[in-house]
């Protein structure tokens, strides 16, 4: 095989000439950028899949600052490594993991060629557009406007608001019957990928969509139809200056095979390799300020999770700063590294003009279904993105979404398309500030975050054709059948509400309200405000939003007692030095929480793990580990009934005995009081309202509104 050279000489040329400033520019004390990565030849970025047991443990993990993806299961969180102080810190937290991709460098360019090899041997993919590999921006933005071209009347693209801070347009197209008329009452479905730099497949998804519908109009019924009663809305590449130098940096070898070309003759490999290929943030480089067009790439910042910019997926208003999110200051205390954090959140909510962007888009639509595409994980994520029993803004629990129900049935209809778990976002790890707690809670249109793969995040080219069309037992389904299934729910009026009426032909009908939503500890200014015009003979039908925001409606959650209903103890033997001493534990019936606490008189260190004896194994449902001096302590919520094991392990204690607490504790279901909110809706001619009227209206209900004075003033 002849293999094509991954970047030119001059590039290569230019890479150096970048890395040069870079040095310069970390040196500066400008206190805004990291502190550059010591230079360590011989450490290559690695996927490493990191034990976490307990929820717990991901708290404690959550808050070492590390690049964690969105790849987790119930006891393991996949983190990317950037340099060796990472490895140090997750070590010096007492984690054990197992490395999954050894050098992501060197994956990357094995990627690269695998997917040289597949464009050769395929000429066409399956996919709608016949791709054979992965997009670059200006190829993004050629097939949006290519799609308008051919399908003048069905596909419409458009400029977003902002540029971003590199000065970039950001596109999208918006799909449906007679395009460029204006709404008429049709809703929206939004559908979104690349907040995130490195995750390459979750804008070819979207994008893949976009021209599929596009393509099937006409001679798909089912799409067919539903292209005439709803909008699709598609941007494809929300963090543009970030994917970007993700995208361009992928195409780099490794420098340090390139040491003539490294202008820090390899002394620094560490910034000089594997560029901003796994960037994840934005290109903030200080907030609040622009800076100058192309100053993003000149950071050149290979700690792809880390350094300038901010993470866009919690930049989002509803819930900003909670959980999940760095402040903008370094936190010794949780291990937060500041603006550097992988996950820090921006300056304050919708600080971003990208995230600013989806707000004004979703704020001027009766969006009423979301998905915003990530990778990687192989799952459908619902709000709320905390755990329920999280103490939120008002100072009770946050508690489920009150459409909790419906959207878990909905989450399961699209997962039995392409086989992903249908999950609560804070069943990954606890997150605020993200797109789809957002626009669920301040519109009350679904919302859900699709993370897509399995294994990487930008996988060779040929599992991605595979998620989109479905592959195994899924082949024919995959995310192009989640996606139309979602279609489909935005213009079921079961989950939204229906308008009619009649106006004068011509008439704008609008509804709107403005309204404070929380973020963790204040709120913001936020609104909504959506026309449509009405057509010919005079009558409306909208598909719109419910007026109450979930946010206000009651919500349930659980309230432990004050108390333990129960309480037992169990005294033990201390074993020898690095042994280890078995309890077993039958619990008759489940509980809403139990409580295991082990004490011993001294000052030293004992551990307690928890298992459950499932199928004739021990499998770890809770551990606690603390330093020496400090009791030990697993909770576990939500306990079924079976037969455990207590394990208490000498680590460093010379106590002959110890102590075990069992406490069973009840929990109560509570409900919130909520309230009651109302569209204002006005009947406009030449932007003079005409008639303003107050609308209630909740899922499935459908009103006639009166608008009689209209007609009568026209």
């Known amino acids: 095989m002849v293999r094509r050279p991954l970047r030119s000489s001059t590039a290569l040329a230019a890479a150096g000439a970048a890395l040069t400033l870079c040095a310069t520019m970390l040196a500066q004390p400008t206190g805004a950028a990291p502190p550059a990565a010591a230079p360590v030849a011989d450490f290559a970025p690695q996927l490493v899949t990191v034990d976490t047991p307990t929820r717990a443990d991901k708290e404690r993990l959550q808050q070492l600052g590390l690049d964690l993806t969105e790849h987790a299961g119930h006891d393991y969180i996949e983190v990317v490594l950037h340099t060796p102080a990472d490895l140090a810190a997750l070590t010096a937290a007492g984690f054990t993991h197992d490395v999954r991709i050894p050098d992501l460098v060197a994956r990357g360019v094995e990627i690269a060629e695998l997917n040289e090899v597949y464009a050769a041997r395929v000429a066409r993919s399956q996919l709608p557009s016949g791709r054979t590999g992965y997009r670059t921006l200006a190829d993004y933005n050629a097939d949006m406007a290519a799609l308008a071209r051919k399908h003048p009347t069905l596909v419409k693209r458009f400029t977003l608001k902002r540029p971003s801070l590199d000065g970039r347009p950001i596109y999208g197209v918006e799909i449906g019957r007679d395009v460029r008329k204006p709404l008429s009452g049709q809703p929206t479905f939004l559908l979104m990928g690349v907040h995130h730099a ?41 963090n543009v200056d970030g994917f970007h130098l993700s995208r361009t940096d992928g195409e780099y070898v490794d420098l340090r095979a390139l040491n003539p070309n490294d202008p820090l003759g390899g002394s620094a490999s560490i910034l000089a390799t594997p560029g901003q290929t796994y960037k994840r943030k934005n290109c903030r480089v200080v907030d609040g300020q622009d800076t100058p067009d192309g100053t993003c790439a000149l950071t050149l910042n290979s700690n792809g999770g880390f350094g300038l910019g901010v993470d866009l997926n919690r930049n989002y208003g509803g819930f ?28 304050g909510p919708f600080s971003e003009p990208e995230t600013k962007n989806i707000q004004d888009l979703v704020s001027s639509r009766q969006v009423t279904m979301l998905i915003s595409n990530h990778t990687f994980s192989n799952l459908v994520l619902r709000p709320n993105g905390v755990n329920p029993n999280t103490i939120g803004h008002d100072g009770l629990p946050v508690g489920d979404a009150p459409d909790e129900q419906a959207l878990k049935q909905l989450g399961a209809r699209m997962s039995a398309q392409n086989g992903y778990a249908n999950i609560h976002g804070w069943q990954l790890y606890d997150t605020t500030g993200t797109t789809e707690d957002w626009s669920y809670n301040a519109t009350g249109g679904f919302g859900y975050t699709f993370e897509i793969g399995a294994n990487e995040f930008h996988p060779p080219y040929q599992e991605v054709v595979g998620e989109y069309l479905g592959a195994g037992k899924y082949a024919g389904k995959g995310n192009r059948a989640a996606f139309l299934i979602a279609l489909e729910h935005a213009v079921d009026t079961r989950y939204s509400g229906v308008l009619e009426g009649k106006a004068p032909k011509g008439a704008t009908i609008r509804l709107s309200k403005t309204f404070r939503s929380p973020t963790w500890e204040s709120s913001f200014r936020d609104r909504i405000d959506t026309p449509i015009r009405v057509g010919a003979d005079g009558a409306f039908s909208w598909i719109v939003n419910p007026s109450t925001r979930p946010v206000v409606r009651p919500r349930t959650y659980q309230a432990l007692a004050d108390r333990p209903f129960k309480v ?147």
């Open 198 to 238: 490195r995750e390459w497949p979750s804008g070819e998804l979207a994008m893949e969509f976009a021209t599929d519908l596009a393509k099937s109009f006409g001679r798909n019924q089912r799409i067919t139809d539903l292209l005439g009663k709803a909008r699709v809305i598609v941007v494809p590449v929300v």
């Open 320 to 347: 900003w700063g909670g959980p999940g999110a760095a402040e903008t200051e370094p936190d010794a205390a949780e291990v937060e590294t500041g603006i550097a954090d992988p996950t820090y959140r921006g300056a």
């Open 568 to 714: 037992t103890t169990i005294d033990g033997t201390t074993a020898a030095p690095n042994g280890s001493t078995d309890h077993t534990f039958v619990l008759s019936k489940p509980v809403d929480l139990w409580r295991t606490e082990l004490d011993w008189p001294t000052p030293d260190d004992l551990d307690l793990t928890v298992f459950r004896k499932q199928g004739g194994q021990l499998v770890e449902v809770g551990t606690s580990g603390e330093l020496p001096g400090s009791k030990e302590m697993v909770e576990l919520p939500d306990a079924p009934a079976g037969t455990y094991v207590l394990r208490v392990t000498n680590y460093a204690s010379a106590s002959p005995s110890y102590t075990l607490t069992e406490s069973f504790f009840d929990a109560r279901t509570l409900t919130t009081k909520g309230t009651r909110e109302a569209y204002t809706l006005t009947c406009e001619k030449f932007g003079k309202v005409l008639q303003t009227t107050q609308v209630f209206i909740g899922r499935g209900q459908t009103k006639q509104v009166d608008l009689g004075e209209c007609r009568r003033r026209w």
